[in-house]
């Protein structure tokens, strides 16, 4: 059993930033990959950025060179730094851990 806790999602102004977090609760911690996607009204779901131990950050297109993921393996969690925010990043972002999904979390860009 697997249960992803996210927080950090809210309203923010463009140009602002904003940091989202996520904590695994699992039987056994393993190195697999753990990270944030979005998905807004209409759209597929995207990834935005993820880490697994080890091995270099994955990046989505969408938001590279605004977001930085880093991972903590002590607390099992991942931070995902936004920076210069858009109106068009306004979307549920979900944390992923292996094949197991958060509930999201709304980011809403807007002046």
């Known amino acids: 059993q697997v249960q992803l806790a996210e927080s950090g999602g809210g309203l923010v102004q463009p140009g602002g930033s904003l940091r989202l977090s996520c904590t695994a609760s699992?039987?056994?911690?393993?190195?697999?990959?753990m990270g944030w996607y979005r998905q807004s009204p209409g759209k597929p779901r995207e990834l935005v950025a993820a880490?697994?131990?080890?091995?270099?950050?994955a990046y989505g297109s969408s938001m590279e060179g605004r977001v930085t993921i880093w991972r903590d393996n002590a607390k099992r969690s991942v931070t995902l730094e936004m920076t210069d925010l858009k109106p068009e990043d306004t979307a549920v972002y979900y944390c992923?851990?292996?094949?197991?999904w958060g509930q999201g979390t709304q980011v809403t860009v807007s002046s």
């Open positions: 699992v039987t056994t911690w393993s190195s697999d990959w």
């Open positions: 880490k697994r131990s080890g091995r270099d950050p």
């Open positions: 992923k851990y292996s094949d197991y």
